[in-house]
């Protein structure tokens, strides 16, 4: 049967083979080497202190775990940030980055921080290029300033971002969402003092590209292992360009100090988190989705399964697809939604009456289809930061399948009560679903408890709004980098 796109492979040149040969020997030291350096590291400290565990106590530049963690009190001083993002979400149904930075500056605005943020609508096909808007509500001040074709003009953002500046007081901080704001413009930020967060960095990607070489093998065209190298040295040579950085999981961190050599005390992990009210465990909003949906009823027989996000290959649907068409003969009693776009969509439906593609789901449809499920599967092929669906499966009680990557099983799925892990490979995965199936409904849903409880204790939006006002805090006056303060609970 086959599963794959096959296409021949051409090689150029002999010679290009033992190059290619040296690259790939190379990315698999460096990636055991990583594995070795995350793992030996790593904090996995339970949320609870002990004796042997104390709580932290001291500068939080010198903390090494997610601010997440820790209990911040409110804070009466107001603060005017300046925030260079790539997208907002305008129009169409928005992804994962954009949910993020909503979610982050919407909370910020609402506890009176006046934030402003240079940024283009989400939907390019419903924005005026070269227009400038703005829009506000509240304290959140949004600019949209598109270059012809339809992405950030920073050089426009930053006629609008010094206008801004000069009005009533200048901006306490600047913040960036990965390389919004580019590491050559930083120097034109008054002082130069610019944090950034990184929703994935090159080293990871590096691992993205050698887990899809490995996977394809001979049936796909070569992925370009070659070019990533000189992008990695190049990044670790710009990175410094930015103060202080921002990390989404602990093993990004362990990259940034060991590999990118940045200073310890300038690189921080605060964990995304997600709207804890949108995104709650109810039981009668999954039957009703499923009952909408048209899923099988068992009574607890039927493993209901769930796949969510652009249904492109890097993000592993083609690895599903093989695992949920072999798992579907040993075990008729699994059944797979799939929500999202993408051209997998099409091969899904190939799979009959196991599989019920949904579509691309409005938002506020996400809950229903999160608490319809047993569990939740991210097949993923990339290693790069966290995807939200993970923990907004995890916030409506449901346990997760996912690849046994350093940013995953380091920060999310810490332990095996909250799910399963994965090496990415097809035997792998079956293997994992088969465990999935033995273990059944009553051990999924007590899994699903545990993951409610933990993301309800990491990954709320509350949060992680929390942490990066008290980061935001600290960059600007010492005074808030001690903790415990006594508006600390």
């Given at each position: 049967?086959?599963?794959?796109?096959?296409?021949?492979?051409?090689?150029?040149?002999?010679?290009?083979?033992?190059?290619?040969?040296?690259?790939?020997?190379?990315?698999?030291?460096?990636?055991?080497?990583?594995?070795?350096?995350?793992?030996?590291?790593?904090?996995?400290?339970?949320?609870?202190?002990?004796?042997?565990?104390?709580?932290?106590?001291?500068?939080?530049?010198?903390?090494?775990?997610?601010?997440?963690?820790?209990?911040?009190?409110?804070?009466?001083?107001?603060?005017?940030?300046?925030?260079?993002?790539?997208?907002?979400?305008?129009?169409?149904?928005?992804?994962?980055?954009?949910?993020?930075?909503?979610?982050?500056?919407?909370?910020?605005?609402?506890?009176?921080?006046?934030?402003?943020?240079?940024?283009?609508?989400?939907?390019?096909?419903?924005?005026?290029?070269?227009?400038?808007?703005?829009?506000?509500?509240?304290?959140?001040?949004?600019?949209?300033?598109?270059?012809?074709?339809?992405?950030?003009?920073?050089?426009?953002?930053?006629?609008?971002?010094?206008?801004?500046?000069?009005?009533?007081?200048?901006?306490?901080?600047?913040?960036?969402?990965?390389?919004?704001?580019?590491?050559?413009?930083?120097?034109?930020?008054?002082?130069?003092?610019?944090?950034?967060?990184?929703?994935?960095?090159?080293?990871?990607?590096?691992?993205?590209?050698?887990?899809?070489?490995?996977?394809?093998?001979?049936?796909?065209?070569?992925?370009?292992?070659?070019?990533?190298?000189?992008?990695?040295v190049d990044e670790?040579?710009?990175?410094?360009?930015?103060?202080?950085?921002?990390?989404?999981?602990?093993?990004?961190?362990?990259?940034?100090?060991?590999?990118?050599?940045?200073?310890?005390?300038?690189?921080?992990?605060?964990?995304?988190?997600?709207?804890?009210?949108?995104?709650?465990?109810?039981?009668?909003?999954?039957?009703?989705?499923?009952?909408?949906?048209?899923?099988?009823?068992?009574?607890?027989?039927?493993?209901?399964?769930?796949?969510?996000?652009?249904?492109?290959?890097?993000?592993?649907?083609?690895?599903?697809?093989?695992?949920?068409?072999?798992?579907?003969?040993?075990?008729?009693?699994?059944?797979?939604?799939?929500a999202g776009s993408g051209?997998?969509?099409?091969?899904?439906?190939?799979?009959?009456?196991?599989?019920?593609?949904?579509?691309?789901?409005?938002?506020?449809?996400?809950?229903?289809?999160?608490?319809?499920?047993?569990?939740?599967?991210?097949?993923?092929?990339?290693?790069?930061?966290?995807?939200?669906?993970?923990?907004?499966?995890?916030?409506?009680?449901?346990?997760?399948?996912?690849?046994?990557?350093?940013?995953?099983?380091?920060?999310?799925?810490?332990?095996?009560?909250?799910?399963?892990?994965?090496?990415?490979?097809?035997?792998?995965?079956?293997?994992?679903?088969?465990?999935?199936?033995?273990?059944?409904?009553?051990?999924?849903?007590?899994?699903?408890?545990?993951?409610?409880?933990?993301?309800?204790?990491?990954?709320?939006?509350?949060?992680?709004?929390?942490?990066?006002?008290?980061?935001?805090?600290?960059?600007?006056?010492?005074?808030?980098?001690?903790?415990?303060?006594?508006?600390?609970?």
């Amino acid at each position: 049967m086959a599963f794959k796109n096959h296409s021949s492979r051409t090689v150029s040149t002999s010679s290009s083979l033992p190059f290619r040969f040296t690259t790939i020997i190379t990315l698999l030291l460096i990636f055991y080497t990583s594995y070795y350096i995350f793992f030996s590291q790593l904090d996995h400290s339970p949320l609870t202190s002990s004796a042997e565990n104390p709580p932290f106590a001291g500068d939080l530049r010198d903390l090494t775990s997610p601010w997440n963690k820790l209990s911040f009190g409110p804070i009466s001083q107001k603060l005017k940030l300046a925030v260079f993002c790539k997208s907002w979400p305008v129009g169409s149904i928005p992804g994962g980055m954009e949910r993020h930075a909503y979610t982050l500056y919407t909370s910020l605005a609402s506890r009176g921080h006046e934030v402003h943020v240079f940024t283009v609508s989400y939907d390019r096909s419903n924005h005026h290029k070269n227009q400038e808007e703005y829009y506000n509500k509240g304290d959140l001040h949004i600019y949209f300033a598109p270059n012809e074709n339809g992405g950030l003009n920073i050089s426009h953002a930053f006629e609008i971002f010094h206008r801004i500046n000069g009005v009533d007081r200048p901006f306490d901080y600047v913040h960036t969402e990965s390389v919004a704001l580019p590491h050559w413009r930083v120097k034109m930020v008054p002082k130069g003092d610019v944090a950034v967060t990184w929703h994935g960095i090159w080293y990871e990607i590096m691992h993205s590209k050698l887990f899809e070489e490995l996977y394809y093998s001979n049936d796909h065209p070569i992925s370009d292992l070659d070019h990533t190298m000189p992008r990695l040295v190049d990044e670790i040579r710009f990175f410094p360009a930015y103060k202080q950085h921002i990390c989404i999981s602990n093993s990004a961190r362990e990259v940034l100090v060991n590999i990118y050599q940045l200073p310890k005390r300038n690189v921080h992990v605060i964990v995304n988190g997600v709207d804890q009210t949108k995104f709650v465990y109810s039981p009668e909003t999954g039957a009703r989705f499923r009952a909408k949906h048209g899923v099988p009823v068992g009574n607890g027989t039927v493993i209901v399964m769930g796949v969510s996000g652009r249904l492109v290959r890097d993000k592993g649907h083609p690895l599903l697809y093989e695992a949920i068409a072999l798992i579907a003969k040993t075990h008729p009693q699994v059944y797979l939604l799939v929500a999202g776009s993408g051209p997998w969509g099409k091969r899904y439906a190939e799979l009959g009456e196991h599989v019920r593609v949904l579509g691309s789901l409005e938002p506020e449809e996400l809950s229903g289809f999160y608490n319809a499920l047993d569990v939740f599967v991210n097949p993923t092929l990339r290693p790069q930061g966290l995807d939200l669906t993970i923990i907004e499966a995890m916030q409506c009680g449901k346990p997760v399948v996912a690849p046994n990557y350093p940013s995953i099983v380091g920060t999310v799925v810490v332990d095996e009560r909250f799910g399963y892990t994965f090496s990415p490979n097809v035997r792998s995965l079956v293997e994992t679903l088969d465990s999935v199936v033995r273990d059944g409904s009553r051990v999924l849903e007590m899994k699903g408890k545990a993951c409610k409880d933990y993301a309800l204790s990491m990954f709320t939006a509350t949060q992680m709004a929390s942490a990066y006002e008290r980061f935001f805090m600290c960059m600007t006056n010492e005074r808030f980098c001690r903790y415990p303060l006594h508006i600390d609970s």
